[in-house]
Nanobody, 114 residues
């Protein structure tokens, strides 16, 4: 399984970005997909998760600002990020879990300037 992220970039504080994670096959339809992030000098942390049934959960720091969604026809998960803050600056990683399988994307950089 391959995961390819896109949509990162540089944005001013208060702006928005949408990240995409496309998988190489339809396995994502029955998998839990998540977005994690890792800032310099910090541990990787869970940002948002969506199950195959559509249930979602979010880190407290992004609740009300970020929205995770999925399009099973396109084998793609999205992370819509609004009201971005400088502290959201990090490399964002897509993750797919199915049974004992655990796959990661290569990461996409998000930089929020003041």
């Amino acid at each position: 399984v391959q995961l390819v992220e896109s949509g990162g970039g540089l944005v001013q504080a208060g702006g928005s970005l949408t990240l995409s994670c496309t998988t190489s096959g339809s396995i994502s339809v029955i998998a839990t997909m998540s977005w994690y992030r890792q800032a310099p000098g910090k541990e990787r942390e869970l940002v948002a998760r969506i199950t195959s049934g559509g249930s979602t959960n979010y880190a407290d720091s992004v609740k009300g600002r970020f929205t995770i969604s999925r399009d099973n026809h396109k084998n793609t998960a999205y992370l819509r990020m609004n009201s971005l803050k400088p502290e959201d600056t990090a490399v964002y990683y897509c993750n797919l879990v199915l049974g004992v399988g655990n796959w990661w994307g290569q990461g996409t950089q998000v930089t929020v300037s003041t």
